[in-house]
C-alpha cells in the first residue's frame, strides 16, 4: 500500500500528501472571534512546510458556543474577510484548506458563553474541571444551533475552505449530544443510540445540503469517550456509515469526553485502534491523530492500512518546518 507521501483524490480537491495539520488552538483571534495577521502567518507557515491537508483550529459557530477567549469565530458574515485570508495563503502554498466549526456546549462556561452554558441536559461533563451545570437544550434552541452551523459552514466555503469539518470529539456539543454521559434527554434527541446521534445526523445533512459538492464535509469523531459508560469504538463503527449516508465525505478520528490525552504518556498513533475499526466500515478517507511525532511512524500507519491520513499535531505546533524535514527523512528512505 502507499506511504503517507502519496496523493488522496477528495471531492473536489486532492491532497499533494497524507500529512495534516489538525486543527489546534492558537488564541491568535480577536476577543470578536476575527482571525489576524499572526493566524495568517501561523497556518500559511506550515503549508509552505508541505503539509497535504491544513485543517484550522477549531471555530465557534455562535457566540454561546465560544470555548475561550480569543478563539476564532464564523458567526458572523464579518468574520468572512479575515479568515479568507488563512483559506487563501494555505492554499498558495500547495495545501487543502479545511476549517473546523464547532459550538463547546456544556464544555464553555459562563463568562466565555455570555450567559449560562447549554448542553442537551443538565450534566456537568465528566472530568473537566470548573465546570459549571448547563441548561438543557430546548428543540427551538436545538434547531437555531444547527442552523447556525449551516451558515457557519456557508461563511466558510464563501471564504474560500475547501473542507469544513464539524467537531464531534473532544467534549464538545456534538460528542455530548452522542455520548450517554452527557445526554440524558427523553425525548427524540436522547435515550436511544440512534436518537442520541439524531442532533449530529441532522447537522451534517443540513450542512452537506447547503454547500456546493465539491466542499467535503468531514467531521471529528470521537472513537471512544475513554470514561467508564461512556462510548466505546463499536459506537463509533455504528455511527461512522450512518454519518457518511448523511453527508460525511472524511472522518477525523480522536479522542471523545477524556479529550486526546495531552498530559499522558502514551505510544505514537494511539487512536490507530479506533481509525482503523472505523476504516473498515466505510469507504471515505479517514484520519488519524494521536502522538505522532516521527515520520517513518506516519508512513506505516499509512502503508498498513490503519488510516488515509495521519494528523501530527504537537510536533507542526512547535515546529512549522515539521513537514518538509519528515518529507525529506522518507524520499531520502525511499530512495526518490
Not at 427523553?186 to 452537506?208: C, I, M, P, Q
Amino acid at each position: 500500500m502507499s506511504g503517507v507521501l502519496s496523493s488522496l483524490k477528495l471531492t473536489g480537491c486532492e491532497l499533494r500528501n497524507r500529512l495534516a495539520m489538525p486543527p489546534m488552538a492558537t488564541e491568535t483571534a480577536s476577543e470578536s472571534g476575527m482571525a489576524g495577521e499572526a493566524t495568517v502567518a501561523h497556518y500559511a507557515l506550515r503549508a509552505q512546510a508541505g503539509t497535504g491537508l491544513i485543517i484550522v483550529e477549531h471555530t465557534y459557530v455562535t457566540p454561546a458556543g465560544r470555548r475561550s477567549l480569543k478563539q476564532l469565530g464564523l458567526y458572523s458574515d464579518f468574520h468572512i474577510a479575515p479568515i479568507a485570508r488563512v483559506a487563501a495563503a494555505v492554499k498558495a502554498a500547495g495545501a487543502v484548506a479545511a476549517v473546523q466549526l464547532t459550538h463547546a456546549g456544556g464544555a464553555t462556561t459562563p463568562e466565555m458563553a455570555g450567559g449560562p452554558p447549554e448542553a442537551p441536559s443538565s450534566v456537568v461533563i465528566p472530568g473537566r474541571a470548573h465546570s459549571v451545570e448547563p441548561v438543557a437544550l430546548s428543540l427551538r434552541r436545538i434547531a437555531e444551533i444547527q442552523a447556525a452551523f449551516v451558515e457557519a459552514a456557508v461563511r466558510a466555503w464563501r471564504a474560500g475552505f475547501q473542507m469544513v469539518e464539524l467537531h464531534s470529539a473532544h467534549g464538545y456539543l456534538l460528542n455530548q449530544f452522542f455520548s450517554p454521559l452527557t445526554n440524558k434527554r427523553t425525548d427524540e434527541y436522547g435515550g436511544s443510540r440512534k436518537n442520541r446521534l439524531k442532533f449530529t445526523l441532522e447537522t451534517v445533512a443540513l450542512v452537506r445540503k447547503a454547500l456546493p459538492e465539491h466542499v467535503t464535509v468531514a467531521i471529528r469523531l470521537a472513537g471512544e469517550d475513554g470514561v467508564t459508560g461512556g462510548l466505546t469504538v463499536e459506537d463509533a463503527i455504528w455511527a461512522a456509515p450512518l454519518l457518511v449516508e448523511a453527508g460525511i465525505g472524511f472522518i477525523d478520528i480522536s479522542g471523545g469526553l477524556a479529550g486526546w490525552g495531552r498530559d499522558e504518556i502514551k505510544p505514537e498513533g494511539f487512536f490507530a485502534h479506533l481509525s482503523e475499526a472505523v476504516k473498515s466500515v466505510v469507504s471515505v478517507p479517514v484520519m488519524v491523530t494521536g502522538g505522532v511525532v516521527n515520520p517513518h511512524t506516519a508512513d506505516r500507519l499509512v502503508r498498513e492500512g490503519m488510516a488515509d491520513v495521519v494528523g501530527v499535531g504537537r510536533p507542526m505546533l512547535a515546529d512549522a518546518g515539521w513537514a518538509a524535514d519528515a518529507i525529506r527523512q522518507l524520499s531520502e528512505a525511499s530512495g526518490s
